[in-house]
């Protein structure tokens, strides 16, 4: 429910300015305790939407989570229905181009600004991992028009069954490719008053491999489902002019992107938890704590 409001589209109008404010009028409420909590919590949501934990910056628009949904509804929607190979790795490249982006942007932010070589790095891997995935993607229907393969079922196995699964895939692969680097080099980890403790690289490792799972889940179930649910209205006859279905099939994807979404962002805490016995020793010896925490990104 929480990232279900994080994510109102509303909350992209608002201004730097006015997030900046917001983000300093929670700190102030924080020490006087003046302000009604209910305020607090809205507050608390336009921050959560806008600004990078680790390291305060505001996101761009387009890449924060309200501002997620339109793009990646739009490529979902044209990969979905293209019947070519070269139009489907065109389309597959820019969804992963987008969504590769949006993972770099809203990943951990341990490894800093001034390590250029640490940049650099993602920006090479990202790249190679949207080239790739874009042509595994697009693999499936070059062969089938290459080999003139035009059977049922045939049609069936590329067209509908394997889309959700290699999403799925390439859009786990594409992360842990680009924020491959926070499992190379570790991720801060903070007690619970949120000092930090040390830089773990099994944090790092947990951190990217969750995030990967949810994106895995996000896209698989949004290319799956729909193609369920248009099987069962076309077998029930629940649309009777053949002209209806596109627009039909347009709003259910649309409707299970929507859904999916909040569910994605809310499998794992996006402030993660990793037991004393997961960490490296060399962290521990400087505390008696049980439990750290950490900024899994989204």
């Known amino acids: 429910l929480l990232w279900a409001d994080a994510l109102d589209p509303l909350l992209l109008l608002k201004s730097s300015n006015e997030i900046k404010r917001t983000r300093l009028l929670i700190q102030v409420n924080e020490k006087t305790l003046s302000e009604p909590l209910q305020k607090n ?12 934990p680790d390291t305060d910056k505001i996101i761009p ?21 293209q019947s070519q190979a070269r139009h489907s790795l ?13 993972t770099l942007v809203n990943g951990n932010g341990t490894p800093k600004a001034e390590e250029y070589s640490v940049q650099q790095k993602q920006l090479v891997l990202g790249l190679g991992a949207v080239s790739y995935s874009a042509c595994i993607g697009a693999l499936p229907l070059a062969f089938m028009h290459r080999y003139a393969l035009k059977s049922s079922l045939t049609q069936l196995v590329v067209k509908k069954l394997l889309p959700a699964p290699l999403f799925g895939l390439t859009s786990a692969f594409t992360v842990a490719m680009v924020r491959s680097p926070e499992f190379d080099n570790g991720i ?18 947990k951190a990217v491999m969750e995030t990967a799972l949810s994106r895995a ?11 369920v649910l248009m099987y069962c209205v076309q077998r029930a006859r629940l649309v009777k002019n053949p002209r209806a279905l596109a627009p039909v099939r347009m709003f259910v994807i649309m409707s299970v992107l929507a859904g999916m979404l909040p569910v994605s962002f809310s499998m794992f805490p996006q402030c993660g938890e990793i037991k004393r016995a997961d960490l490296e020793p060399e962290i521990l010896s400087s505390t008696e704590e049980t439990e750290f925490f950490y900024n899994r990104g989204i």
Not at 64 to 78: E, L, T
Not at 90 to 102: G, I, L, P, R
Not at 189 to 201: A, E
Not at 217 to 227: I, K, S
């Open 217 to 227: 889940v996000l896209f698989g179930t949004t290319f799956f489902l729909p193609e």
């Open 188 to 205: 801060e980890v903070m007690d619970r008053n949120g000092r930090v403790i040390g830089v773990s690289k099994k944090a790092g490792e």
């Open 41 to 52: 919590q809205v507050f608390w949501t336009a921050v959560k939407s806008s600004v990078h």
């Open 61 to 81: 628009v387009l890449f924060r989570p309200p501002g997620r949904f339109p793009p990646v509804k739009f490529c979902v929607i044209v990969a979905s229905v």
């Open 90 to 102: 065109f389309w597959q490249f820019v969804f992963h181009t987008y969504t590769t982006a949006f």
